[in-house]
C-alpha cells in the first residue's frame, strides 16, 4: 500500500539546522510532485514548500525562502527538506505529501495531494 514516512525531526534551538526526510512506497515516486507541509498547534496546516517530479522545479512559501531546500533522490523514493537558520516560529508538525497531477498542479494547496505522510514533529527553542 502507499506509505510516506517523515523521519528527521527533533529539538533545536533558534538558528540551528534539521534535515528531514520522506521515504516514499507503494507508488511510482518518480511520476509524482512532493510537497512539504506543515501544521502549528491551533493553525491550519501551510505550504511550506514543493518539488517537481523531475527535481527541475522548487517551491518555497515567502516565510521559509532562503532558509529550507527542498530536494529529491528519485533512485532512493526520498524527499528532503534542509532547514537552516530555524526560528521558534518553524515549530510545527511537519508533513510530506505526493501529487500525482501532470497539469495544473496546484503545489501550494493541500487539498490538491493524493497521500500524506504521518508527520514528524520539529520543535524550535528560543
Known amino acids: 500500500q502507499v506509505q510516506l514516512v517523515e523521519s528527521g525531526g527533533g529539538l533545536v534551538q533558534a538558528g540551528g539546522s534539521l534535515r528531514l526526510s520522506c521515504l516514499a512506497s507503494?507508488?511510482?515516486?518518480?511520476?509524482?510532485?512532493m510537497g512539504w507541509f506543515r501544521q502549528a498547534p491551533g493553525k491550519e496546516r501551510e505550504f511550506v514548500a514543493a518539488i517537481s517530479w523531475s527535481g527541475l522545479s522548487t517551491y518555497y512559501a515567502s516565510s521559509v525562502k532562503g532558509r529550507f531546500t527542498i530536494s529529491r533522490d528519485n533512485t532512493k523514493k526520498t524527499v528532503y527538506l534542509q532547514m537552516n537558520s530555524l526560528k521558534p516560529d518553524d515549530t510545527a508538525v511537519y508533513y510530506c505529501a505526493a501529487d500525482g497531477r501532470k497539469t495544473g498542479w496546484r503545489y501550494d494547496v493541500a487539498q490538491s495531494y493524493d497521500y500524506w505522510g504521518q508527520g514528524t514533529q520539529v520543535t524550535v527553542s528560543s
Open positions: 507503494g507508488f511510482t515516486f518518480s511520476m509524482y510532485g
